[in-house]
């Protein structure tokens, strides 16, 4: 029986066969499409460790260590980002950045602009990096630091580090629209 059933599934399924055919310049000028890349990301910084203690016993005010619970007084837990301001003297800082960031839609493509921009696209006329923003962004125990620094790492001999700013965020940030990227100067 289980012999006849099968002999009566296999003929009834068509089998189809193509064989793979190149294309020529003029017939793949036909074939439109759309390229990019679509994210989704969760990312979680520095959710239990690699703090700074301001006030520990190293010569230029920061020692490393190695507990970030909440008993912990001054805790620098999150990562550290920190960028040369371009004269050499200065640093831009993002620190104890950490907690949880999540979003759903980034999209990444290039964009020919070639009209729009108060008639500035035509004269432009050329590619750009398009970054579609996602619908929202949600934030778990998030925060960061915006400071400026006389170094990059604060285990620098003679470290100095003002924070302007700390800023804590929880919930969801709605978004709207791209951000495009142009290009300058001759690749």
């Given at each position: 029986?289980?012999?006849?059933?099968?002999?009566?599934?296999?003929?009834?399924?068509?089998?189809?066969?193509?064989?793979?055919?190149?294309?020529?310049?003029?017939?793949?000028?036909?074939?439109?499409?759309q390229g990019?890349?679509?994210?989704?990301?969760?990312?979680?910084?520095?959710?239990?460790?690699?703090?700074?203690?301001?006030?520990?016993?190293?010569?230029?005010?920061?020692?490393?260590?190695?507990v970030c619970?909440?008993?912990?007084?001054?805790?620098?837990?999150?990562?550290?980002?920190?960028?040369?301001?371009?004269?050499?003297?200065?640093?831009?800082?993002?620190?104890?950045?950490?907690?949880?960031?999540?979003?759903?839609?980034?999209?990444?493509?290039?964009?020919?602009?070639?009209?729009?921009?108060?008639?500035?696209?035509?004269?432009?006329?050329?590619?750009?990096?398009?970054?579609?923003?996602?619908?929202?962004?949600?934030?778990?125990?998030?925060?960061?630091?915006?400071?400026?620094?006389?170094?990059?790492?604060?285990?620098?001999?003679?470290?100095?580090?003002?924070?302007?700013?700390t800023i804590?965020?929880?919930?969801?940030?709605?978004?709207?629209?791209?951000?495009?990227?142009?290009?300058?100067?001759?690749?």
């Amino acid at each position: 029986m289980m012999k006849k059933i099968l002999l009566t599934l296999s003929a009834s399924v068509a089998f189809h066969v193509a064989a793979l055919e190149p294309l020529s310049s003029a017939e793949m000028d036909n074939v439109t499409g759309q390229g990019g890349v679509y994210l989704t990301g969760d990312l979680v910084i520095n959710e239990s460790g690699g703090p700074l203690n301001a006030d520990g016993p190293s010569g230029n005010g920061y020692n490393w260590q190695a507990v970030c619970s909440s008993g912990t007084l001054d805790r620098r837990c999150g990562a550290r980002l920190a960028i040369n301001t371009g004269n050499g003297r200065g640093w831009f800082v993002l620190d104890n950045i950490r907690g949880r960031f999540s979003f759903e839609g980034l999209t990444l493509r290039t964009r020919t602009i070639n009209s729009g921009f108060g008639n500035d696209g035509a004269s432009f006329n050329g590619d750009v990096f398009e970054i579609g923003l996602p619908n929202q962004l949600d934030y778990d125990n998030a925060s960061f630091t915006i400071a400026n620094s006389n170094s990059a790492r604060p285990t620098d001999s003679g470290f100095q580090q003002t924070d302007v700013v700390t800023i804590e965020v929880n919930g969801t940030a709605n978004l709207q629209g791209n951000l495009l990227i142009f290009p300058t100067g001759t690749p």
